[in-house]
């Protein structure tokens, strides 16, 4: 009696739930066949774009290179230009003074204001087929690689911005003194560095923060003369070979600006004879980002030729405040 209770009790449950199932249903409209599923709202093209360019800005950093060494000023930054303060006169320091009052005077500070630099990548098109067709997503790895050759340009530009124009008192350009090498160029030797060094030296560069970026050239020309440098450079971290070699933190680049008679050629323009290696101060040199922006158009709006096109401006600069520890070394 009771194992035919409990049978009939399921049957009951079992009605009851599929009943209150079909009363929900009804409710809402389930089982009216012409009734679609809600469509899915798209995202808003400027959305994206404001996802875009702050990802842009949050991984454009240059790390690993010779420019994550240098201090970002962006506080200085207001509509994409810059305003660096200058200082005024410096105190004279007074010893054993027995004169009193002591002089005061104001100390008259000034402002350099300068545009940021404006880069622009050329557009990408990915179309709809791609999308479909690729086992990756080719808009999010077209967007890596903007961002990939708008580093490697603004490193390029900024490197080139801070080297000296030519010798002057305030900025050494010296001649490398090792022996030719095949193709008649003179090599570069540890001497060489330790000459720079002395300049520095000699114009009081503190010496905490003293950089050299060596060409690659440079860096061959070392590895073949100096086993500290050699040792050095097979531990190198970070993209840092050597972080005391004569004084200098030491980074390696493939894009050096070129001279042609101890004179700087310009940015651009075809390269000149002799090879360069730049040597800069951390507290003289600095760089900013400004505005960034992703220019894009959807495959939806352009139904001709289905395609999404994307591009990017971005502001940028990479300078030296002062001349006093800028240099390089040719060859």
């Known amino acids: 009696m009771r194992n035919q209770f409990k049978g009939l009790f399921k049957v009951v449950f079992l009605l009851a739930l599929c009943l209150g199932a079909s009363l929900l249903a009804n409710a809402f409209g389930m089982n009216d066949h012409h009734v679609q599923m809600a469509a899915v709202t798209p995202v808003a093209l400027p959305v994206l774009n404001q996802t875009a360019e702050k990802e842009m800005i949050k991984k454009f950093r240059h790390d690993n290179t010779w420019l994550g060494a240098l201090k970002s000023k962006q506080s200085w930054v207001n509509n994409?230009?810059?305003k660096i303060p200058k200082r005024g006169a410096a105190p004279t320091v007074l010893i054993n003074n027995s004169v009193y009052p002591i002089v005061s005077a104001g100390r008259d500070d000034s402002h350099v204001v300068l545009s940021l630099n404006k880069y622009e990548t050329t557009n990408t098109t990915v179309t709809a087929a791609e999308l479909y067709a690729l086992p990756y997503e080719k808009v999010s790895d077209v967007q890596e690689q903007h961002r990939e050759e708008l580093e490697d340009?603004?490193?390029?530009?900024a490197l080139h911005s801070i080297a000296?124009?030519?010798n002057t008192g305030t900025t050494p350009v010296l001649v490398c003194t090792g022996a030719p090498d095949a193709n008649g160029r003179p090599t570069l030797r540890a001497k060489d560095v330790s000459n720079l060094k002395r300049r520095f030296d000699k114009l009081l560069v503190p010496k905490e923060g003293r950089i050299l970026v060596l060409c690659t050239d440079h860096v061959a020309d070392l590895l073949d003369e100096d086993k500290t440098f050699t040792t050095q450079y097979h531990n190198a971290i970070d993209g840092v070979l050597s972080k005391n070699f004569y004084g200098f933190t030491i980074y390696e680049s493939t894009y050096n600006p070129t001279y042609t008679a101890g004179v700087k050629v310009a940015?651009?323009?075809v390269d000149g004879a002799q090879v360069a290696s730049i040597a800069m101060h951390s507290k003289t040199c600095f760089k900013a980002s400004g505005t960034v922006v992703r220019y894009a158009r959807a495959a939806e709006?352009?139904?001709e030729n289905r395609r999404h096109t994307i591009g990017f401006e971005l502001y940028?600069?990479?300078i030296a405040i002062r001349d006093e520890g800028v240099a390089a070394i040719i060859g």
């Open 80 to 82: 994409d230009v810059i």
């Open 153 to 157: 340009k603004t490193s390029q530009h």
């Open 164 to 166: 000296p124009n030519s």
């Open 267 to 269: 940015f651009g323009a």
């Open 301 to 303: 709006q352009d139904p």
């Open 316 to 318: 940028f600069i990479g």
